[in-house]
Structures are given as structure tokens and as C-alpha cells.
């Protein structure tokens, strides 16, 4: 065979030496069990590749060379120093690093290069992690084809990172388990899969926090990352029911106080911008400096025990302010229902059963008040047997409480299985948990509800989470 000239651009492959497994050129297409197909190289780059494969004793491989409708088969030896053993030239001894860098880019090569499109597999799907603990993420998905070799399992740091290969996984495999994470760190995922002809197209990224914390904030709980079913058959905004993950997270044991807003209304946030939304900016004005029953002698600050007393009379906006002013936020809705009904789909927040005097609601009497103690809002943390699972006060009854969430009456039939946030638009915003003028049916953990952003009745207040 005579030299080539180094200009001359071909088709390389670079094939597993197996027993009796012969190389077929049809129309230029090489037929092999197990192949990974080169981009186009010039001369000097293969006698480059093949001097760095046989460096690091890359035993019992052939490399073939197509050019046209010409083959040739090229044996590399156990031991090679020095020059291409065949002739076709010396080779350059690039260090192994730039070696190195080409080959993995050889390999990682999304392109088909000369293959049967055909043949590379489907992207996996369903990507969807487990926070197992501070610095530990389990990581599952769907396998979408039936023809790969396996899967890489890429990650970053934040949403501006960027992604590195931490692992992989051999055909079938599902699941890859994360581990030495930094805690409360978030982190990004995504997993392609490849084959011999090729890799798949990435699947959609999703990204987790590790759990930060040994112990809850003053006056929060901890609800542990993992799966709820959310949702009933009572009502069809309620419908579909369905399984969530979330991540873990901290949510206040009480609902916000009137002693706690007040502490806000002192510290200037009712006149510094930086806590509000521009909508709610813009609402306030200057004409609104407080809860609308701030002075009222029922529910406002100095009624008896008023510090004591869930804020009411507040809109969407001013429940923002204060979360945001506190290093808080408000909940999802998602978040509000596994805090308030824990994982066992139970109806209201301490079991299935109702009982009259578990919390604070209407039940339709003259007066009110003589099953469950009181005729307006009660004290936070009045009803110990009313607590949900994690030890939550006053999910079911007392006052409505704002979620993050704009509402969706459709929501369920489309939202994502994993740390659902709502619609990204919206006329409403949803409250959960009932009231104290509410009946049974809107006491129940899966009651949805809905307002505008502006309403501030007597029965409007909210709690936090982080």
C-alpha cells in the first residue's frame, strides 16, 4: 500500500477485535458488532491515536480505513513505539493529554459519522431525583430504548454551572446513586444514552437540593424530601389525584401572628420596596401601612391575647412582604398539602376521621363556638390534637392561608411530578386550609381554594416556609 498524503480526509473505525468477526464494506457502509466511528482524520491524526492507544496497552483492536469503496484492515500490535507499523507514516508522539481530549471527543461525539441513524437509541426520559440526605441524591429515569450499551450521568453545580461526567451505567440500569454532595447545595442533572452508533439526545435536566439542616429554624418543622399523594375525588379541582416529589424543606409550626407581623409594620415593611412585587408595590400606594383589622378589638394586634392571634385582613402581597422580609417564603401548594396531610392520604391533618373539636370552623349554629371553643379566630396552637403529622398547628380551620401558587381549576391534569410550583400565569391565588367561618368540607387538607391577590378579609392570614 503506498503512502497517503497527509491532506487526505477518510472515514476511520475503530473496532473490538472479536473472534471471527468479519468486516463487511457495502457501498461504504462497515458492518461490525461493536464499532465506535471516528470523524473524519487526516493520516497524521490516526498515527497519532493509534501511537497513544498502544501506549496504554490497548490490546486486540483493529482500526479500518474506508476511503471510497476501499478497505483496509489495520492491526495494532501490543507493543508499537516509534512509527505507524505499517508504513503509512511515522508517528507524531502528541502528549497524552491532547491525545486524550481527542479520543473522548471522538467518543462523546453526538453525530452518527458515517452510520445508520437508525441505530442510535432513544433519549431516556422521566429524569427524577431523591434527596436522600445532606450529601446524598438518588437518581432514576426512564429507559427509552432498546438498543443502548448504556447510560452517562452528567452533573453541575447551580443553574450556571457547568456539567461534568460523574458516572455510568450499563444497558438497563435505571437508577445511579449520587454521593459525597455538599449539603444544602443544588444541584443538576441529566443522563443520555449511547451505543456504538452514537449517543442519544440528552433528557430534560432536573435539578435537587441536598437537605441543609440538623435541626428546624425557631418555631419551623422539617417536612423530609420524597413522594405524597396529592389531591381527592371530593371536587374536580382536585382531580386528578397524584403522586408529587418535593424537596425537603422547613414550614412555620403556626400561622403568622399579629405579634410576629408587627415586628415587620415596626422594621420599616410597609415603606421599603425591596419586600414587595411591583404589583404590590404599586397596590400599596402609600395609603396602606397595615393588615386591614390591625386595630380592630376582635382580631387586631390589640385585641385580648391579639400578639397571640393569627394576622388576618392581609392580601397575597403583603403576605409576600413579610415572608420575604423574614428569609421566608410562601408555600407552594404542594408543599401546604404534604405539610398539612403527610404521606398516607389522609383526609384532614390528624386522620381521616373528623372530629368537632380538632380545630377552629363553622359549623353552622348561632353564635358558633360550642364545639370548638371559639366564635372567631382562636389562639395559635389551641388544638393539639388537631396537629398534622409533622406537627403543624391549624392546617384545617382558623384562617385561609396564602400559597405562592397562582390558581389553575386544571392544574393537576398537567403539572409535574416533582416540586410543582403552578401555573406561570394567573388571575387568583390559591389559599388552603379553611377557617374559622368555614365548614367541615373546607377543612379537609386537599380543599382547594381562591382569591384575588387583593382581598384582606377577616379570615385571610398565612404561614411560611424555607
Known amino acids: 500500500?503506498?503512502?497517503?498524503?497527509?491532506?487526505?480526509?477518510?472515514?476511520?473505525?475503530?473496532?473490538?477485535?472479536?473472534?471471527?468477526?468479519?468486516?463487511?464494506?457495502?457501498?461504504?457502509?462497515?458492518?461490525?458488532?461493536?464499532?465506535?466511528?471516528?470523524?473524519?482524520?487526516?493520516?497524521?491524526?490516526?498515527?497519532?491515536?493509534?501511537?497513544?492507544?498502544?501506549?496504554?496497552?490497548?490490546?486486540?483492536?483493529?482500526?479500518?480505513?474506508?476511503i471510497g469503496l476501499f478497505t483496509v484492515l489495520l492491526f495494532v500490535?501490543?507493543?508499537?513505539?516509534?512509527?505507524?507499523?505499517?508504513?503509512?507514516?511515522?508517528?507524531?508522539?502528541?502528549?497524552?493529554?491532547?491525545?486524550?481530549?481527542?479520543?473522548?471527543e471522538y467518543s462523546n461525539s453526538s453525530e452518527n459519522n458515517g452510520n445508520n441513524t437508525s441505530n442510535v437509541p432513544v433519549a431516556p426520559g422521566n429524569l427524577h431525583l431523591t434527596v436522600v440526605s445532606t450529601s446524598q441524591i438518588n437518581i432514576t429515569w426512564t429507559d427509552n430504548s432498546t438498543n443502548e450499551d448504556g447510560f452517562f450521568i452528567e452533573r453541575k453545580t447551580g443553574s450556571s454551572g457547568t456539567y461534568n461526567s460523574i458516572g455510568m451505567?450499563?444497558?438497563?440500569?435505571?437508577?445511579?446513586?449520587?454521593?459525597?454532595?455538599?449539603?444544602?447545595?443544588?444541584?443538576?442533572?441529566?443522563?443520555?444514552?449511547?451505543?456504538?452508533?452514537?449517543?442519544?439526545?440528552?433528557?430534560?435536566?432536573t435539578y435537587a437540593t441536598t437537605q441543609a439542616f440538623s435541626g428546624p429554624p425557631a418555631g419551623m418543622v422539617a417536612i423530609p424530601a420524597g413522594n405524597f399523594t396529592m389531591g381527592s375525588s371530593s371536587n374536580t379541582n382536585e382531580q386528578p389525584i397524584h403522586s408529587v416529589y418535593l424537596n425537603a424543606y422547613y414550614i412555620d409550626k403556626y400561622e403568622v401572628t399579629?405579634?410576629?407581623?408587627?415586628?415587620?409594620?415596626?422594621?420599616?415593611?410597609?415603606?421599603?420596596?425591596?419586600?414587595?412585587?411591583?404589583?404590590?408595590?404599586?397596590?400599596?400606594?402609600?395609603?396602606?401601612?397595615?393588615?386591614?383589622?390591625?386595630?380592630?378589638?376582635?382580631?387586631?394586634?390589640?385585641?385580648?391575647?391579639?400578639?397571640?392571634?393569627?394576622?388576618?385582613?392581609?392580601?397575597?402581597?403583603?403576605?409576600?412582604?413579610?415572608?420575604?422580609?423574614?428569609?421566608?417564603?410562601?408555600?407552594?401548594?404542594?408543599?401546604?398539602?404534604?405539610?398539612?396531610?403527610?404521606?398516607?392520604?389522609?383526609?384532614?391533618?390528624?386522620?381521616?376521621?373528623?372530629?368537632?373539636?380538632?380545630?377552629?370552623?363553622?359549623?353552622?349554629?348561632s353564635g358558633d363556638g360550642s364545639q370548638d371553643g371559639y366564635s372567631t379566630t382562636a389562639l395559635i396552637g389551641s388544638y393539639e390534637n388537631g396537629k398534622s403529622p409533622y406537627g403543624c398547628y391549624d392546617m384545617s380551620g382558623n384562617v385561609w392561608e396564602w400559597c405562592n401558587d397562582w390558581y389553575g381549576d386544571t392544574y393537576y391534569s398537567s403539572s409535574p411530578s416533582s416540586n410543582p410550583a403552578g401555573p406561570g400565569t394567573g388571575v387568583t391565588r390559591v389559599l388552603r386550609g379553611g377557617s374559622w367561618s368555614n365548614s367541615v368540607t373546607n377543612c379537609r387538607s386537599a380543599d382547594r381554594n381562591t382569591y384575588n391577590p387583593l382581598n384582606r378579609y377577616n379570615n385571610l392570614g398565612f404561614r411560611c416556609t424555607k
Not at 497517503?4 to 473472534?19: G, I
Not at 437508577?175 to 459525597?180: A, E, K, R
Not at 400599596?284 to 401601612?289: F, L, N, Y
Not at 400578639?307 to 407552594?332: C, D, F, H, Q
Open 169 to 205: 451505567v450499563s444497558a438497563n440500569v435505571i437508577t445511579y446513586s449520587n454521593t459525597g454532595l455538599s449539603a444544602g447545595t443544588q444541584y443538576y442533572y441529566r443522563v443520555r444514552a449511547f451505543n456504538t452508533a452514537g449517543n442519544s439526545a440528552y433528557c430534560a435536566e
Open 77 to 104: 500490535p501490543t507493543v508499537f513505539a516509534g512509527g505507524f507499523s505499517v508504513g503509512l507514516m511515522n508517528a507524531v508522539k502528541e502528549d497524552s493529554k491532547t491525545l486524550n481530549n481527542k479520543i473522548l
Open 258 to 365: 399579629n405579634g410576629q407581623y408587627k415586628l415587620f409594620i415596626d422594621s420599616g415593611g410597609y415603606i421599603n420596596s425591596s419586600y414587595w412585587t411591583t404589583e404590590g408595590w404599586a397596590w400599596k400606594g402609600s395609603t396602606v401601612t397595615q393588615p386591614s383589622y390591625w386595630v380592630d378589638s376582635t382580631y387586631g394586634y390589640s385585641a385580648t391575647n391579639g400578639p397571640n392571634l393569627p394576622v388576618v385582613g392581609v392580601s397575597w402581597y403583603e403576605a409576600y412582604a413579610y415572608a420575604k422580609w423574614a428569609g421566608k417564603r410562601l408555600p407552594t401548594e404542594a408543599e401546604w398539602e404534604k405539610a398539612a396531610r403527610g404521606t398516607d392520604q389522609r383526609m384532614y391533618p390528624w386522620s381521616s376521621t373528623w372530629y368537632n373539636n380538632y380545630c377552629n370552623w363553622y359549623d353552622g349554629t
Open 1 to 66: 500500500m503506498q503512502v497517503l498524503d497527509t491532506s487526505v480526509v477518510a472515514k476511520w473505525y475503530f473496532c473490538e477485535n472479536d473472534t471471527d468477526k468479519a468486516l463487511q464494506l457495502r457501498n461504504t457502509h462497515i458492518k461490525y458488532k461493536k464499532m465506535i466511528v471516528l470523524p473524519d482524520l487526516t493520516l497524521i491524526e490516526l498515527a497519532n491515536l493509534v501511537w497513544f492507544m498502544n501506549i496504554h496497552s490497548f490490546y486486540g483492536r483493529r482500526l479500518c480505513l474506508a
